[in-house]
């Protein structure tokens, strides 16, 4: 830059140099002294050969401005314009706008690679996180998968352990309605036999304690269930209402005995009638308690 204005300056300062000496006004250009050899003799009318060397004269110095290139580094004094400074300063302006424009690209580049690079490594996180994500998913998924075949399998498994149960338990109640019915059978006719058992029903302990009953309320709670007992006071009447004392752990033939002799004004006697039935034909024995003779 330096150079460049100091040849600008001395080509203005020979333009103004050779201005004020008049090289380029009219009277200079009139005189002789102005032309070339050449033009000096076409002006006087002398043709010229072409062949033959020109007439040369030698142009006397001017005074004007004179270069020293001696000199290395020549000291040139020149007043800068107006237009010249802003022109400089343009220049300078756009040399720094260009070097900010540079240093601007330059810092932007770095940064573009910088945001690059961690753009580049955010998105291989990310990536590795999606796929371990994806990996932990996919486990879950297995997990689940095993966890619901489990239970649909364990569910089957429960369901026919169940329908096995059931059918266990059916046939554990059948077989147990079964056998109860058989035992309510069975103990029905042993009920049904002890009722009409002669050694049962006569050799079996009884409880009796009675402070104020008739006789056939007495002989009812001696005899077994399903006895029915009958009186027939023919001689005594009154004996369907007399109330009696009576009280006896004895066999139930031998309270029977003490509860008939211990009426002293009459003769009371009883009766066991074993094969007697009810309509249905089913056992229905009976007990007569009478004073006939």
Not at 88 to 101: F, G, I, M, P
Not at 117 to 145: G, P
Not at 199 to 215: H, K, L, S
Request: with cysteine; proline share 4%.
């Amino acid at each position: 830059m330096k150079h460049a204005l100091s040849i600008l300056a001395l080509m203005i300062g020979c333009q103004a140099a050779y201005a004020a000496n008049g090289a380029f006004s009219d009277s200079a250009l009139a005189r002789n002294q102005a032309l070339s050899p050449f033009d000096r003799s076409y002006e006087a009318g002398r043709a010229q050969n072409i062949n033959q060397p020109v007439d040369y004269q030698q142009t006397k110095p001017a005074l004007g401005l004179q270069l020293d290139l001696s000199v290395d580094d020549p000291v040139i004094s020149v007043q800068e314009t107006e237009t010249e400074r802003q022109y400089r300063q343009t220049l300078a302006d756009l040399e720094a706008n260009q070097k900010s424009l540079m240093s601007a690209r330059k810092e932007t580049e770095r940064q573009l690679e910088q945001a690059k690079v961690t753009a580049e490594s955010a998105a291989a996180k990310r990536r590795s996180d999606l796929l371990a994500q994806q990996t932990e998913i996919q486990r879950a998924l297995d997990l689940n998968r095993q966890a619901q075949l489990q239970a649909e399998r364990v569910k089957v498994e429960q369901v026919a352990d169940i329908a096995s149960i059931k059918a266990h338990s059916d046939q554990l109640l059948m077989l147990a309605e079964n056998n109860a019915e058989v035992i309510e059978s069975a103990a029905h006719k042993r009920v049904i036999l002890e009722r009409i058992d002669p050694t049962v029903v006569m050799n079996e302990p009884v409880t009796a304690e009675y402070q104020g009953a008739t006789i056939k309320q007495i002989v009812g709670g001696i005899m077994p269930n399903g006895w029915r007992v009958q009186t027939d006071f023919n001689r005594k009447p009154e004996l369907e209402l007399r109330q009696f004392q009576f009280v006896s752990t004895d066999a139930r033939d031998l309270a029977l005995r003490h509860l008939t002799s211990s009426i002293r004004d009459t003769k009371v006697r009883y009766q066991y009638f074993w094969d007697l039935k009810d309509p249905q034909g089913n056992p229905s024995p009976m007990i007569l308690i009478t004073d006939r003779q």
